[in-house]
C-alpha cells in the first residue's frame, strides 16, 4: 500500500520561512515525479512545484518561483519545498502528490493528506 505524508507545516509570521517535508513510501517504481500543490480557503488546488527523481529536473509555477523551492533526497524517499518570504496568502493546505511517470507531466494518482500552512501576525 502506497504512503504519502505530508509534515512540517504550522503558523509563520509574514516574511518568515518555513520547510515542509513529504515523506512517500510504498511505490515499486524506479522513477517518480513528486509535485507540491496547495489549496487556499475556497480557491482551487494550485500547483506549486514538482521535481522528477530521474534527474532531479524541477518544474515551478512560474509566480512562485524563486521564493519557493523543491528538493529531493531520493535514499529517504523524502521531498522537500522550502518556502520563502511568506505572505498571508500563502495560507493554505500544501498537498504533497505521486506520479509514477519519470517526469512532472504525468497524471498524479496518489496524495497525501495535506498540512496547514498559516501566515499570519
Known amino acids: 500500500e502506497v504512503h504519502i505524508v505530508e509534515s512540517g507545516g504550522g503558523l509563520v509570521q509574514p516574511g518568515g520561512s518555513l520547510r515542509i517535508s513529504c515523506r512517500y513510501s510504498?511505490?515499486?517504481?524506479?522513477?517518480?515525479?513528486i509535485g507540491w500543490f496547495r489549496q487556499g480557503p475556497g480557491s482551487e488546488r494550485k500547483a506549486i512545484a514538482c521535481?522528477?527523481?530521474?534527474?532531479?529536473?524541477?518544474k515551478y509555477t512560474e509566480a512562485l518561483k524563486g521564493r519557493f523551492t523543491i528538493s529531493s533526497d531520493g535514499a529517504k524517499n523524502t521531498v522537500y519545498l522550502a518556502m520563502n518570504d511568506l505572505r498571508p496568502d500563502d495560507t493554505a493546505v500544501y498537498y504533497c502528490?505521486?506520479?509514477?511517470?519519470?517526469?512532472?507531466?504525468?497524471?498524479?494518482?496518489?496524495w497525501g493528506q495535506g498540512t496547514q500552512v498559516t501566515v499570519s501576525s
Open positions: 521535481i522528477s527523481t530521474t534527474d532531479d529536473s524541477t
Open positions: 510504498g511505490f515499486s517504481g524506479e522513477h517518480y515525479a
Open positions: 502528490a505521486v506520479n509514477e511517470g519519470s517526469t512532472c507531466l504525468q497524471r498524479f494518482a496518489y
